[in-house]
């Protein structure tokens, strides 16, 4: 199997326009192995019915995310996502509220979860932190990524801004002259082993390489 840090790398394609993705997203929503690579600097939004949460939701802002846009909030959010994931309801949500701004360090959401469906609503905005050093330590191939969950609906109609400056004033490919250029960045969402998974109706922006990657998920639907 592919490794997904490989795929990444291979980014010559520049940017995907919205129509483009979404005919990618209708090709591939039945896929057995769905892939789904989005590349490019462009913003794009997946459109898409914004499944509501029922059953017990996880607001961040209760486990202590701070809504300024200032303050580190990874560790609150993997809480937010705990309580849903291991929530004894055949629903749960993890609710990224609307009108503030988290800023949010690289983090992994990892499954198997209890529920049968888990909705993380992103109705507010993400942002990563604005400096690739950051990632000192971590794998500098993914910022926000979900792993192992079946029943996933990432849902908006939020923002996830990968602030990706830092990362493109060091690329190799625009910069092929600088010493110590890279040539990974990350990408800004990723979802990894899903079963009966969905994205829909979240703004991208600023993504440092990639906006989008999901990979080895069986029974893709459309958001
Ligand atoms: C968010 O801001 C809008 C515009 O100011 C306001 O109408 C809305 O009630 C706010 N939502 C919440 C949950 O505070
Ligand atoms: C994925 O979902 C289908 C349909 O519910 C189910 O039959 C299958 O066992 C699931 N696969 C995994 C790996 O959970």
């Known amino acids: ?5 490989a795929a990444n790398q291979s980014t010559e394609q520049r940017a995907a326009s919205p129509s483009r993705l979404q005919r990618i997203a209708k090709r591939i929503h039945m896929g057995i192995l769905a892939f789904l690579v989005i590349f490019g600097f462009v913003s ?7 499944a509501k949460g029922t059953g017990t939701r ?33 629903h749960a949500g993890v609710i990224i509220p609307e009108n503030n701004t988290f800023l949010v360090n690289p983090v992994i959401f990892e499954g198997p979860c209890k529920p049968k469906r888990i909705n993380f609503e992103i109705q507010g905005t993400i942002v990563a932190p604005n400096s690739p050093s950051l990632w000192n330590g971590c794998d500098a191939s993914q910022w926000l990524a979900f792993h192992a969950v079946t029943g996933l609906n990432v849902g908006g109609p939020g923002k996830i ?22 040539k990974l960045a990350p990408t800004a969402l990723k979802i990894i082993s899903c079963n009966e998974s969905s994205l829909s109706n979240i703004q991208f922006t600023n993504s440092p390489q990639t906006h989008v990657l999901i990979m080895y998920c069986t029974h893709w639907l459309e958001g």
């Open 44 to 50: 794009s939004k997946f459109a898409g019915s914004n």
């Open 161 to 182: 801004d990968g602030r990706g400056k830092g990362w493109w004033d060091q690329s190799c490919r625009y910069h092929p002259d600088l010493k110590d250029c890279t």
């Open 58 to 90: 996880f607001n961040v802002l209760d486990y202590g995310a701070a809504g300024d846009g200032k303050t580190e909030s990874s560790q609150a959010f993997l809480k937010a996502w705990n309580g849903a994931c291991t929530a004894a309801r055949r």
């Open 1 to 5: 199997m592919p490794s997904y840090k």
